[in-house]
């Protein structure tokens, strides 16, 4: 019944830009925190950042000043753009739905997405 779908992955040179979507369909999110995580072959699944249902976002140190994560309520889809890709950024980028606090704890998000693949080149 509830599905996350992740778009807008691809190929890019480092330096380069790419601006993902995440569209959520069976129910609203709106008053939920939604999230980004990614996960590169052989590693954990990491917390990238969120947002809350106010707006206010979150971004592990790694990403902050690159990434900016942003939702259409009226969607229901959340975004990251994505700025200054590096080749360290290469991985699976999933969205979910968070259910509580922490919000870079991936055991409380209780919906995923299928995730997309993001690969960048030097």
């Known amino acids: 019944q509830v599905q996350l779908v992740e778009s807008g992955g691809g190929l890019v040179q480092a330096g380069g830009s790419l601006r993902l979507s995440c569209a959520a369909s069976g129910r609203s999110f709106s008053s939920y925190t939604m999230g980004w995580f990614r996960q590169a072959p052989g590693k954990e699944r990491e917390f990238v950042g969120a947002?809350?249902?106010?707006?206010?976002?979150y971004y592990a140190d790694s990403v902050k000043g690159r990434f900016t994560i942003s939702r259409d309520k009226a969607k229901n889809t959340v975004y990251l753009q994505m700025n200054s890709l590096k080749p360290e950024d290469t991985a699976v980028y999933y969205c979910?739905?968070?259910?509580?606090?922490?919000?870079?704890?991936?055991?409380?998000?209780?919906?995923w997405g299928q995730g997309t693949q993001v690969t960048v080149s030097s």
């Open positions: 979910g739905v968070n259910s509580g606090t922490p919000y870079f704890d991936r055991r409380r998000y209780d919906y």
């Open positions: 947002i809350t249902w106010s707006g206010y976002t």
